[in-house]
Every structure is written in C-alpha cells, then in structure tokens.
C-alpha cells in the first residue's frame, strides 16, 4: 500500500507540473486545481493499493496492466469532464500512471504473506 501511495504522489506531481506548463484559461489553472489533479493521482495510487487482489486475467503481470489500466481510466474520467477542460490527456496519464502504479507495485511490493 505505501508503494502505492508513494508512486500515486509522484505522479500526482508530475501530472500537476505538467498541467501548470500547459496553454490553459488562467480562470481553470488554479493552485485548488492543481492540487485536485495530486489528489486525484494520489487516490489513483490508494485504490490500486487495495486493488492488488482483484484478478481480472490470470498472469499476473498481465492483470496489473489490465486492472491498472481499467482504474486508472475510471479515475481521470473526472478530470475530462470538467467545464472548459476537454482534455482527453488526463485520461492517457492517468491509464498510463495506472500501468506503472500497479506493476511496480506487483513486482516490489510485499505482499501480506512475506511481511
């Protein structure tokens, strides 16, 4: 779970880093809204957290992709339907950051069994 969440920040500020060098409305690009997009990847990081027995295909690596993919859309489908943002980038990052979430996450983090 703290890989997770630890992943899910630093993606969070990349994300944010990333939104606040884009060309958007100085009306939408606020500190609240660039703190919302952290959030927003931390809780990302938190639900993979507690996702980690949710099998969706058999190999396990594969189930990270697919599982990781499916919450990482699920979660930044917000960030695209917000009034004068019609960003569909925030959906890629966020599948993207879904991926690397759940895989590091599968591979390096210690599972109930070994802690």
Known sequence: ???CLILGAIA???CAWGTS???ISKSILTIGF???IW???LILGFIIGY???IKIIKH???NSIVRGAILGAILSVILIVIPGLAAVS???AGIIYGIIIDLIATKFAPTKSEQ
Do not use: C, F, H, Q
Request: cysteine-free.
């Open 1 to 3: 779970m703290i890989v």
């Open 12 to 14: 969070g500020l990349i």
């Open 21 to 23: 060098t884009a060309p």
């Open 34 to 36: 660039l703190i919302y």
């Open 39 to 41: 959030y927003n990847r």
């Open 51 to 53: 996702a980690d027995k």
């Open 60 to 62: 396990e690596l594969g």
């Open 90 to 92: 925030y959906l890629y």
